[in-house]
């Protein structure tokens, strides 16, 4: 079964998906390795280990594809790639949607934000009209063909317009042929019951930042709500940030890297990075090369 439809046979089942974010090819192979069914990629977090930039829009379409397309090569489960805004108008969606087939992309998020977009729990957020994002859904939607990508359509309209324009936005992507809704940033969880009995029957997106401006609860919590998707974009960066804070300061003190909490071994990350496969591989070949040397 091709990724995306494992993507979508998971999407049809009861159980809410939990889907944790990723910046790289290796925390991608954490969470694979940790029996995650599904990865997401974070705007947010690519800016800050590429460039180390804020999600400002600094990412062209170019860098975050690069980022993209190593990450699907190094995983054998589904990928959703937040791809903004889609870079521009509806042309650069049908582009940027083709590519990310060509990449094998699972889904894909598309925001209404106008360019240079910001995170969504920044402040001083803006959204283009509904009618040119419904325009850029229905171009995703010819483009993806019949590869099966999952068009997830996001708004950021809450912050700027309100709560009850962000429902309608949703409903409005949703009927331009988005797979799954994703309204950004509501502030309570009486927002989130509102956006669940508001759009019943629709598939629908939570995001979990720790610190961010939508309560943190959990998967099971916002399953009874009715939300079939639950992100947690930036929990594995915000750990490694953390860790990598604590290791180096205790490196800088001290001058020694003893008594350093929660370093894996040389042999665990080996296994991690699969080297006892391409030990194997290597051998192998070498092997042959012995063999025919000695006829």
Known sequence: MSSRNQLRTRLEQTEIVVI?????????????????????????????????????????????????????????????ADLDTGYGNVLNVIRTVKEAVNLGVSGILLEDQEW?????????????????????????????????????????????LGLEEAINRGLAYFEAGADVIFIEAPQSQDELVKIAEALPNIPLVANIIEGGKTPQLSAQELQQMGFKIVFFPLTGLFTVTKAMTDCLRHLKETGTTANVENLVSFQQFEKLIDVPKYRQIEQQFYNQIDKQDSV
Not at 54 to 80: H, K
């Open 116 to 160: 240079p977009k910001k995170c969504g729990h920044f402040e001083g957020k803006r959204v283009i009209s509904t009618w040119e994002q419904v325009s850029k859904i229905k171009a995703a939607v010819e483009a993806r063909g019949d590869s099966g990508l999952v068009i997830i359509g996001r708004t950021d309209a809450r912050a700027p």
């Open 20 to 80: 944790p974010g990723v910046y790289d090819c290796l925390s991608a192979k954490i969470a694979e390795q940790l029996g995650f069914e599904v990865v997401a990629t974070s705007g947010f977090g690519i800016a800050a280990s590429t460039l180390g930039l804020p999600d400002y829009g600094f990412l062209t379409a170019t860098e975050m594809f690069y980022s993209i397309g190593r990450i699907t090569q190094s995983v054998n489960i589904p990928l959703i």
